[in-house]
């Protein structure tokens, strides 16, 4: 099924028989259903997004949600997420991502992510501060809504007392 999946996944080309809102590239719920199998897909989905049109695609959305309602924020799931921010125009957060972020574990892989963001932007903008400021709050933007907005104050505010200082390191 991934060989189906990277062979069929053709930038600009689309699945006939979805609405305009739900467009998806050929191999779309092949990388879907083998990502939601396990990490051992993670690349894939990785490199599916990577292929998605930014403008039209939002179809991956519903799919990031629920990958991270089944597995979490972790180290080896945040990239699916970062990513996914990059696939779309402005990537929604799922209300129970605040939940589930809200460990240490959690916290500490999305700041891991935060200290090689320039991982994920073509190599003519990884240096580029304001790319990875832009990365950075979309990342943000996509876990918690409005209330990353100022520094994430709100959420920092609510936060459990053991995890503020994480939260603000995030936010930093």
Not at 80 to 87: D, E, W
Not at 134 to 153: M, P
Request: aromatic share 12%; proline share 3%; charged share 25%.
């Amino acid at each position: 099924m991934e060989n189906y999946a990277r062979l069929a996944m053709q930038e600009d080309e689309w699945y006939n028989n979805l609405s305009d809102e739900s467009c998806a590239m050929p191999g779309t719920f092949a990388v879907f259903a083998l990502g939601l199998e396990g990490p051992k897909w993670w690349r894939l989905v990785c490199d599916y997004l990577d292929r998605c049109d930014d403008e039209h695609s939002s179809l991956q959305e519903k799919f990031i949600h629920t990958f991270f309602k089944k597995y979490g924020f972790t180290a080896q799931s945040l990239p699916v997420l970062v990513h996914g921010v990059q696939s779309m125009q402005n990537l929604k957060p799922a209300k129970e991502f605040r939940t589930l972020i809200a460990n240490e574990e959690s916290l500490d892989a999305l700041m891991e992510i935060k200290g090689h963001l320039e991982y994920y932007l073509p190599e003519e903008s990884g240096n580029d501060k304001r790319a990875l400021a832009y990365l950075w709050r979309d990342v943000l933007w996509a876990i918690w809504g409005t209330a990353s907005e100022n520094g994430g104050s709100k959420v920092i505010k609510t936060a459990p007392k053991e995890l503020k200082e994480k939260y603000q390191q995030v936010f930093a």
